[in-house]
Nanobody, 123 residues
């Protein structure tokens, strides 16, 4: 079974940086990872897109993160990263990774989510 494990969250002062990681396990020959992404959910708000990266390396960012956050992936390690710079209190949220995975033999895609990691930015 595919499982995602996140790490790297924590408490940081405004203007600081954090790097999140999300590694998938259970990815064998029957699966292929398509897009990877990061989402976040602040208290009382809906989950929102942070950034995505396709299997070919094309990236997309939410407007408020562009220029501050960088998403990258290591296909050999089945891992996606999110480098977050110039963090602000409004970036405080639980951050979730998402993998879109193709079940090669069955011919359909499934979405998998990490358990979430808390990022808290103090002013």
């Amino acid at each position: 079974q595919v499982q995602l494990a996140e790490s790297g969250g924590g408490l940081v002062q405004a203007g600081g940086s954090l790097r999140l990681s999300c590694a998938a396990s259970g990815i064998g020959n029957r699966f292929r990872i398509n897009a990877m992404g990061w989402y976040r959910q602040a208290p009382g708000k809906q989950r929102e897109l942070v950034a995505t990266i396709t299997s070919g390396g094309t990236t997309e960012y939410a407007a408020s993160m562009k220029g501050r956050f960088t998403i990258s992936r290591d296909n050999a390690k089945n891992t996606v990263y999110l480098q977050m710079n110039s963090l602000q209190p409004e970036d405080t949220a639980v951050y979730y990774c998402n993998f879109n995975v193709r079940r090669i033999w069955l011919g359909y895609d499934s979405d998998y989510w990490g358990q979430g990691t808390q990022v808290t930015v103090s002013s």
